[in-house]
């Protein structure tokens, strides 16, 4: 062999100043020369799809039960109509209304003087004469009876209400997902409640009192675009009776229909037309009871004595036990994100290990003395990679899975455009925050098999733990609150309301966490990791 | 092309229990080939990973023209190694290691391309590394350290797995550098290796040095003024050299080594004796002898290395043709 082509030239040298977009380019070069690596991630993001849009696929719903047990009816046929609050969230909207119209300004003040109930479905001795057979004596925590100050009849209206309640005292609620607490305490006739609701203008102020001559206020809503002439009255209603115990992988337990029945007095209004007639209405035409429901919802009017039975919820709609319909989220299709991330892990924690394992470390540490920015440049590409990937699974998970379960007759609860892109730009961030992580654990550990392991251990395992409810009531929250798994609140769509009565688990799909403290947890996990592997890396020798 | 030197001044490391340098110093120049030879275990990896930056000495420093590796930007622009050729990713193809490597530096896909022909690659750089034989690995290693075309060259044991024609091929493109006055610093445990190729000779030992010489004066050391003498009549020979003051030395059945005479003068105390010969010649000692020669008092060394000594002996009976 001839070394007369080894005549020295000047290579043709592209120096830029910025030295770390070299570094960066590098890293993204060493990247897609391994077909395997990207390979894994196109993996990573296939297993998120496919497994998330079995999710909606897995879903059968029949509806409008035809001759025999089948149903007459299944697929998009069967999608219920779910009625959606003033912020565009679904809502329950289901109550007995005893009201009149109101033009302008004006107000309503009551005096409640019982909050009593019934309900189906669990144990106990039925009721004795009871319009309904198997119905026991008892009020739900949630159970309302109260006054209210609605757009309309029609669901989804804004309104703005004061209430007693089962066992959250007074409240002022307003708009399905405001909830201000009032008088605590239960109501009956030795301490009963005064209620008053003022509207003027957009803005309704509610108050109340224990006698009738000391007022607090309780709160103001604004109410934006309320009609002219609105509707004013009187309100009963009461969720769904639930009796629930944890259970090996989700809850079992008891949920039937429920009445609350207010009694009411003193009802005086200003600034209606004087004398006006009450109208009583069934709100959601719930009909619970069948043929029975127009017997039992119902209103009585003797003197200035008002006795108000209904029976639903007017609150935002929830997905678990407490959902009237069935319901799903967006997020159900983003159930298969962990696998997802184990192979995205693989793939990042190789990153760096397959160099030590062949001792390439060395060859990338002599080109690049600065060791610090050897492991940010790598970071920096492989988050970005398991970025890309996350979002474009996601972005392909989730619609196509919202069309499927349409077309199952599964009804999505909608979210706001925001929230929907924090729950899929959030699925990609926590890809590549876990990806960064495997990276700075890949550092510390060098070895392929430690590194994966640690952090499938760390963060998908109590995932899996968590959700799938298998470990004792409150571990599962917690390791979800302490583990980099805390992570996955940042998939969570639809918020926990301390107003309606729910299983919030993680079971069901609720974080104990809020959504950006969850993520926060992950990233200080690998901001730990990363400060102990820039730490080693540097330390060590190559 | 900056003339470059690599300066180590008194390294000192241990591994644990184990001292891995004690207090190596040595200077390469440019314009030569340096050979660093010592037994496996004498230092010559370590010493390299800290003039790298890699290893960090408990004392002492390595320069690379005056300034620490470490505080060098572009340093494949100053100092091209090749430490393992192993150390590939074998899925990688060949052609996208040194494009990673380049893009780390500023360099273009063309320089690559450049390298690739330098190494004599060309046909084989899209395949993946994982399928290339060891030469053909120390081949990619020297593109790599060629890639910013250094003044400086590092290369451990690169003739290790080359065939014949490579290692003709390596000599020769080590000699070409040096040519262009670059500093090469190559090491071998295997003397013969660098018999033609070095100009300059750092032979260390147990973490130090052992000598720091010129090759030809390494050899002419070893040398020394000995002479050999082929005769039928060695008795007569042994005397009447003995009585002129040399020292004799039987080395096989009509051969004689003489020393403490120079040639000129054994024929001239031969032919005023009347003892016949037929050839005297002055000793030509091989890098081999040399090696042999410093280090046979070192027998605590040796004694203490016998992984590091076997390497050695075999390259011995390769190369001991000459002389004895």
Same mark, same amino acid.
């Given at each position: 062999?001839?070394?007369?082509?080894?005549?020295?030239?000047?290579?043709?040298?592209?120096?830029?100043?910025?030295?770390?977009?070299?570094?960066?380019?590098?890293?993204?070069?060493?990247?897609?020369?391994?077909?395997?690596?990207?390979?894994?991630?196109?993996?990573?993001?296939?297993?998120?799809?496919?497994?998330?849009?079995?999710?909606?696929?897995?879903?059968?719903?029949?509806?409008?039960?035809?001759?025999?047990?089948?149903?007459?009816?299944?697929?998009?046929?069967?999608?219920?109509?779910?009625?959606?609050?003033?912020?565009?969230?679904?809502?329950?909207?289901?109550?007995?209304?005893?009201?009149?119209?109101?033009?302008?300004?004006?107000?309503?003040?009551?005096?409640?003087?019982?909050?009593?109930?019934?309900?189906?479905?669990?144990?106990?001795?039925?009721?004795?004469?009871?319009?309904?057979?198997?119905?026991?004596?008892?009020?739900?925590?949630?159970?309302?009876?109260?006054?209210?100050?609605?757009?309309?009849?029609?669901?989804?209206?804004?309104?703005?209400?004061?209430?007693?309640?089962?066992?959250?005292?007074?409240?002022?609620?307003?708009?399905?997902?405001?909830?201000?607490?009032?008088?605590?305490?239960?109501?009956?006739?030795?301490?009963?409640?005064?209620?008053?609701?003022?509207?003027?203008?957009?803005?309704?102020?509610?108050?109340?009192?224990?006698?009738?001559?000391?007022?607090?206020?309780?709160?103001?809503?604004?109410?934006?675009?309320?009609?002219?002439?609105?509707?004013?009255? +009187?309100?009963?209603?009461?969720?769904?009776?639930?009796?629930?115990?944890?259970?090996?992988?989700?809850?079992?337990?008891?949920?039937?229909?429920?009445?609350?029945?207010?009694?009411?007095?003193?009802?005086?209004?200003?600034?209606?037309?004087?004398?006006?007639?009450?109208?009583?209405?069934?709100?959601?035409?719930?009909?619970?009871?069948?043929?029975?429901?127009?017997?039992?919802?119902?209103?009585?009017? $003797?003197?200035?004595?008002?006795?108000?039975?209904?029976?639903?919820?007017?609150?935002?709609?929830?997905?678990?036990?407490?959902?009237?319909?069935?319901?799903?989220?967006?997020?159900?299709?983003?159930?298969?994100?962990?696998?997802?991330?184990?192979?995205?892990?693989?793939?990042?924690?190789?990153?760096?290990?397959?160099?030590?394992?062949?001792?390439?470390?060395?060859?990338?540490?002599?080109?690049?003395?600065?060791?610090?920015?050897?492991?940010?440049?790598?970071?920096?590409?492989?988050?970005?990679?398991?970025?890309?990937?996350?979002?474009?699974?996601?972005?392909?998970?989730?619609?196509?899975?919202?069309?499927?379960?349409?077309?199952?007759?599964?009804?999505?609860?909608?979210?706001?455009?925001?929230?929907?892109?924090?729950?899929?730009?959030?699925?990609?961030?926590?890809?590549?925050?876990?990806?960064?992580?495997?990276?700075?654990?890949?550092?510390?550990?060098?070895?392929?098999?430690?590194?994966?392991?640690?952090?499938?251990?760390?963060?998908?395992?109590?995932?899996?733990?968590?959700?799938?409810?298998?470990?004792?009531?409150?571990?599962?929250?917690?390791?979800?609150?302490?583990?980099?798994?805390?992570?996955?609140?940042?998939?969570?769509?639809?918020?926990?309301?301390?107003?309606?009565?729910?299983?919030?688990?993680?079971?069901?799909?609720?974080?104990? +966490?809020?959504?950006?403290?969850?993520?926060?947890?992950?990233?200080?996990?690998?901001?730990?990791?990363?400060?102990?592997?820039?730490?080693?890396?540097?330390?060590?020798?190559? | 092309?900056?003339?470059?030197?690599?300066?180590?001044?008194?390294?000192?490391?241990?591994?644990?229990?184990?001292?891995?340098?004690?207090?190596?110093?040595?200077?390469?120049?440019?314009?030569?080939?340096?050979?660093?030879?010592?037994?496996?275990?004498?230092?010559?990896?370590?010493?390299?990973?800290?003039?790298?930056?890699?290893?960090?000495?408990?004392?002492?420093? $390595?320069?690379?023209?005056?300034?620490?590796?470490?505080?060098?930007?572009?340093?494949?622009? !100053?100092?091209?190694?090749?430490?393992?050729?192993?150390?590939?990713?074998?899925?990688?193809?060949?052609?996208? !290691?040194?494009?990673?490597?380049?893009?780390?530096?500023?360099?273009?896909?063309?320089?690559?391309?450049?390298?690739?022909?330098?190494?004599?690659?060309?046909?084989? $750089?899209?395949?993946?590394?994982?399928?290339?034989?060891?030469?053909?690995?120390?081949?990619?290693?020297?593109?790599?350290?060629?890639?910013?075309?250094?003044?400086?060259?590092?290369?451990?044991?690169?003739?290790?797995?080359?065939?014949?024609?490579?290692?003709?091929?390596?000599?020769?493109?080590?000699?070409?550098?040096?040519?262009?006055?670059?500093?090469? +610093?190559?090491?071998? !445990?295997?003397?013969?290796?660098?018999?033609?190729?070095?100009?300059?000779?750092?032979?260390?030992?147990?973490?130090?040095?052992?000598?720091?010489?010129?090759?030809?004066?390494?050899?002419?050391?070893?040398?020394?003024?000995?002479?050999?003498?082929?005769?039928?009549?060695?008795?007569?020979?042994?005397?009447? +050299?003995?009585?002129?003051?040399?020292?004799?030395?039987?080395?096989?059945?009509?051969?004689?080594?003489?020393?403490?005479?120079?040639?000129?003068?054994?024929?001239?105390?031969?032919?005023?004796?009347?003892?016949?010969?037929?050839?005297?010649?002055? !000793?030509?000692?091989?890098?081999?002898?040399?090696?042999?020669?410093?280090?046979?008092?070192?027998?605590?060394?040796?004694?203490?290395?016998?992984?590091?000594?076997?390497?050695?002996?075999?390259?011995?009976?390769?190369?001991?043709?000459?002389?004895?």
């Amino acid at each position: 062999m001839s070394t007369g082509t080894l005549t020295p030239r000047r290579p043709g040298l592209r120096r830029g100043r910025d030295s770390y977009w070299q570094l960066l380019r590098a890293e993204w070069t060493k990247f897609r020369t391994v077909r395997g690596w990207v390979i894994g991630m196109i993996v990573a993001a296939l297993v998120m799809v496919l497994i998330g849009l079995f999710a909606a696929g897995s879903a059968h719903i029949g509806c409008g039960g035809g001759p025999g047990n089948s149903p007459a009816l299944s697929g998009a046929a069967c999608l219920p109509h779910v009625p959606t609050g003033p912020g565009g969230e679904a809502v329950t909207d289901s109550f007995y209304f005893v009201r009149q119209p109101l033009a302008g300004n004006g107000s309503i003040t009551v005096r409640i003087t019982a909050l009593t109930g019934q309900y189906g479905g669990g144990g106990g001795p039925a009721i004795p004469g009871s319009a309904l057979s198997d119905m026991h004596r008892g009020i739900q925590p949630w159970s309302k009876a109260g006054i209210i100050i609605a757009d309309s009849t029609k669901q989804g209206s804004a309104y703005a209400a004061m209430m007693v309640t089962g066992s959250h005292g007074v409240a002022m609620q307003d708009d399905y997902t405001q909830d201000i607490a009032g008088l605590p305490g239960t109501v009956s006739a030795a301490s009963p409640r005064w209620l008053r609701l003022t509207r003027s203008g957009d803005t309704v102020t509610g108050y109340d009192s224990a006698d009738g001559t000391g007022w607090t206020r309780v709160g103001t809503a604004h109410l934006a675009g309320l009609s002219a002439t609105v509707q004013v009255g +009187l309100l009963a209603t009461s969720p769904s009776y639930m009796h629930l115990t944890p259970f090996f992988g989700g809850s079992s337990g008891q949920v039937g229909p429920s009445l609350a029945t207010g009694v009411f007095d003193h009802v005086s209004l200003s600034g209606g037309r004087p004398g006006g007639a009450w109208t009583g209405d069934n709100v959601g035409n719930s009909d619970a009871y069948g043929s029975q429901t127009s017997r039992v919802e119902t209103f009585r009017q $003797a003197g200035g004595r008002f006795t108000v039975t209904g029976s639903g919820d007017i609150a935002p709609d929830v997905t678990g036990p407490a959902s009237g319909v069935p319901t799903a989220t967006i997020e159900n299709h983003l159930v298969g994100t962990f696998a997802g991330l184990i192979a995205v892990v693989v793939v990042a924690a190789m990153f760096m290990t397959a160099e030590y394992r062949r001792g390439l470390i060395r060859t990338t540490l002599a080109a690049t003395p600065r060791r610090g920015r050897v492991l940010a440049a790598k970071a920096f590409v492989i988050g970005l990679v398991a970025f890309v990937t996350g979002l474009v699974a996601a972005a392909v998970a989730v619609p196509i899975g919202i069309r499927l379960d349409r077309g199952e007759g599964q009804y999505v609860l909608p979210v706001t455009l925001l929230t929907e892109v924090r729950v899929l730009a959030g699925t990609a961030a926590l890809l590549a925050v876990a990806a960064v992580f495997a990276v700075a654990v890949g550092t510390m550990l060098r070895r392929s098999a430690a590194a994966v392991a640690a952090v499938i251990v760390v963060i998908v395992l109590p995932y899996i733990l968590g959700v799938a409810g298998l470990l004792p009531e409150g571990a599962g929250e917690w390791l979800l609150r302490l583990s980099p798994a805390a992570a996955f609140a940042i998939q969570q769509s639809m918020p926990q309301y301390p107003q309606v009565a729910n299983v919030y688990t993680p079971a069901n799909g609720y974080f104990p +966490l809020a959504p950006w403290a969850g993520f926060a947890v992950l990233c200080g996990y690998a901001a730990l990791a990363l400060g102990a592997a820039f730490f080693l890396l540097r330390r060590r020798d190559a | 092309m900056e003339p470059t030197t690599i300066e180590v001044n008194d390294l000192h490391k241990r591994f644990g229990p184990t001292v891995a340098l004690d207090g190596m110093s040595f200077t390469v120049m440019p314009g030569q080939v340096t050979g660093f030879i010592g037994p496996n275990g004498a230092g010559k990896s370590t010493t390299m990973r800290v003039i790298l930056g890699l290893d960090g000495a408990d004392a002492g420093r $390595a320069m690379i023209g005056g300034r620490p590796y470490r505080s060098l930007q572009h340093p494949l622009s !100053h100092v091209g190694s090749l430490l393992d050729a192993a150390a590939l990713q074998p899925s990688r193809r060949a052609r996208n !290691h040194l494009l990673w490597l380049a893009h780390s530096q500023g360099l273009t896909a063309r320089r690559v391309d450049e390298v690739i022909e330098q190494a004599g690659l060309e046909t084989a $750089a899209r395949r993946k590394a994982g399928g290339y034989s060891l030469g053909m690995r120390q081949r990619l290693g020297i593109a790599a350290a060629m890639l910013g075309d250094p003044p400086v060259l590092m290369l451990d044991e690169p003739f290790n797995g080359l065939d014949p024609e490579g290692i003709v091929w390596m000599r020769g493109f080590l000699r070409s550098l040096a040519a262009e006055g670059r500093a090469v +610093l190559v090491s071998s !445990h295997l003397m013969s290796e660098l018999q033609d190729t070095a100009d300059h000779l750092v032979i260390v030992g147990r973490g130090k040095v052992i000598a720091d010489t010129s090759t030809a004066a390494l050899l002419a050391a070893a040398s020394g003024d000995r002479v050999t003498l082929r005769t039928t009549a060695q008795e007569e020979a042994t005397t009447v +050299l003995s009585h002129a003051g040399a020292t004799v030395a039987v080395t096989d059945g009509n051969t004689l080594m003489v020393s403490g005479l120079a040639a000129g003068h054994v024929v001239t105390v031969l032919g005023d004796n009347a003892v016949p010969f037929s050839e005297v010649s002055a !000793h030509r000692a091989t890098l081999e002898e040399a090696y042999m020669e410093l280090t046979r008092d070192a027998a605590e060394f040796r004694a203490a290395a016998p992984g590091g000594s076997s390497p050695w002996a075999s390259s011995g009976v390769e190369s001991g043709e000459a002389g004895r």
